[in-house]
């Protein structure tokens, strides 16, 4: 085939594609309009195809791919990315809440510290009760950053109140407040 049918052929696939791609954003502001928003709360990113999957060198890619699909969710099961400075985490964590947004589930995106310093700021009753109820709601809650932590005991008690209020009663989960404890130390 001559290049000039290729180039050709190449601008009309290109064009399409485009057109494809604007009308089905379009589309798509239009059928769930809180999409745009809550992808702009997630900052930038990479995208997981922009991974490099041969730098850490251990990780579980097919597990990886297997929790991008979010399987997890309908299961109400954890996921906690754990390694050292610079190995993709809260990049795997940003594509987590991005994919679950794109599917149709509400998610929200934060670091430990943004969230225990919110929390904090409502300390008294009713406002801390209300602020929780904003972090329980999401199908799916990111916290970046954990391990970064200086906790004290007051910063791994809200932890645990954020966690037990995503996963449920913690009476019904036969948990008790001794793991907030544990996680300050």
Known sequence: MKASIIRRLNALNHEFY???AGQFSRSREVLQPGIPKA???LGSFKS??????DWPKKIDREL???VLGLGFLDEAANVVLVGPNGVGKSMIAKNLAYEAVLKGHT?????ASDLLNDLLAQEGGRSLAARLKHYYRPGLLVIDEVGYLSA???HADLLFEVSCG??????QMGWTRVGARLAAA
């Open 64 to 66: 990886i791919e297997e």
């Open 48 to 53: 997981m195809s922009d991974f490099e999957w």
């Open 39 to 41: 992808l702009a709360k």
């Open 152 to 154: 004290t005991a007051r």
């Open 107 to 111: 998610a929200r995106f934060t670091t």
């Open 18 to 20: 485009q057109g494809f």
């Open 166 to 171: 995503v996963l449920g009663n913690v009476e």
